[in-house]
Nanobody, 125 residues
Framework: QVQLVESGGGLVKAGDSLRLSCAPS????????MGWFRQSPGKEREFVAV????????NYADSVKGRFTISRDSAKNTVYLHMNSLKHEDSAVYYC??????????????????WGQGTQVTVSS
């Protein structure tokens, strides 16, 4: 059974940094892309960032470009979302999502095969 275990959320002040982690288990392969999404109360799930299986190709939502960085450590089989210069509007539940693909996954949530449980990020203004 494939599971994505997320960690790293919390309560921070505007301008602070946080790092989220997502570690898949039970997959048996590193041939997957990983995306991060977020969802605030009353809003649809929103694409944040994505990385391909090599770790060399990434894509970001315009709202986080220049502030967030997605990366992966193949040795640890973990994907990270480094969030800098956090703003109040970044507050949301953040989800990692995995797609079994050699291509760069898209920003469409429906294309992903597995999802993490979500981790809350709250940024006080």
């Amino acid at each position: 059974q494939v599971q994505l275990v997320e960690s790293g959320g919390g309560l921070v002040k505007a301008g602070d940094s946080l790092r989220l982690s997502c570690a898949p288990s039970g997959l048996g392969t590193t041939l997957y892309g990983m995306g991060w999404f977020r969802q605030s109360p009353g809003k649809e799930r929103e694409f944040v960032a994505v990385i391909d299986w090599t770790g060399r190709i990434t894509n970001y939502a315009d709202s986080v470009k220049g502030r967030f960085t997605i990366s992966r450590d193949s040795a640890k089989n973990t994907v990270y979302l480094h969030m800098n210069s956090l703003k109040h509007e970044d507050s949301a539940v953040y989800y990692c999502a995995l797609e079994r693909t050699a291509e760069l996954p898209t920003a469409r949530p429906t294309e992903y095969d597995y999802w993490g449980q979500g981790t809350q990020v709250t940024v006080s203004s």
